[in-house]
């Protein structure tokens, strides 16, 4: 399984762009990258998922290099309601043998 | 459209007591999982039932079981509940091609005294 590592903590102000790197060094040929999102007392939710190139939608968009041993998940013009944590999965989109690590913390200030 | 349903949302155990973590999904989906959050962690896979009829152990099974006991529910089951067993759980479910987005739950906080 490959294994993730991701920043522990990040700050950003409200209307920044928010740039999270994560890094898969052991990536498998047919594995994806998927990123979710987890607020307090919630269960995680799906952001956007992509196999390589760039992968847009309405909440986030995702840049992953032609190695595909990186990716990085960009949060266009944050605002506070985006404070969450943030997870880089590698292999089964949900869950499927799929390990999440202990994701970023991010905190967007006023 | 409800989702993944898991009750209850809260429990208190004494050690050595049993329960059920009970899941349901209405969207159809063969593939359901079972998770355990720890403070300031992430998540770890329990068990998951990848179709009706199987169950496979994932990375912390023990001191678990599960039943999948249709397509829409996936049950789990502490048999003698331990204090290092105290964490908020996970039910959630996508369908049966690995790379699809999964849903979750709301979660079941566990505290077991």
């Known amino acids: 399984l490959a294994k993730t590592t991701q920043p522990i903590s990040m700050d950003s102000y409200e209307g920044q762009e928010v740039n999270i790197t994560c890094s898969h060094n052991?990536?498998?040929?047919?594995?994806?990258i998927t990123w979710y999102q987890q607020f307090p007392s919630q269960g995680p939710r799906f952001i956007i998922q992509?196999?390589?190139t760039k992968v847009t939608n309405e909440v986030a968009s995702l840049f992953i290099p032609a190695d595909r041993k990186s990716s990085t998940l960009s949060l266009p013009r944050v605002s506070l309601s985006d404070t969450a944590v943030y997870y880089c999965?590698?292999?089964?989109?949900?869950?499927?043998?799929?390990?999440f690590g202990a994701g970023t913390r991010l905190f967007v200030k006023a | 459209n409800a989702g993944v349903t898991q009750t209850p949302k809260f429990q208190v155990l004494k050690t050595g007591q049993s329960m059920t973590l009970q899941c349901a999904q209405d969207?159809?989906?063969?593939?359901m999982y079972w998770y355990r959050q720890d403070p300031g962690m992430g998540l770890r896979l329990i068990y998951y039932?990848?179709?009706?009829?199987?169950?496979d152990k994932g990375e912390v099974p023990n001191g678990y079981n599960v039943s999948r006991l249709n397509k829409r529910e996936f049950s789990l089951r502490l048999e003698s509940a331990a204090p290092s067993q105290t964490s908020v759980y996970f039910c959630?479910?996508?369908?049966?091609?690995?790379?699809?987005?999964?849903?979750f739950g709301q979660g079941t906080r566990l505290t077991v005294v």
């Open positions: 999965l590698v292999g089964g989109g949900g869950g499927f043998k799929t390990i």
């Open positions: 052991n990536i498998a040929t047919n594995d994806y």
């Open positions: 992509g196999y390589k």
């Open positions: 969207m159809n989906h063969n593939s």
């Open positions: 039932s990848a179709s009706e009829g199987t169950t």
């Open positions: 959630a479910s996508n369908e049966d091609r690995v790379n699809t987005e999964a849903f």
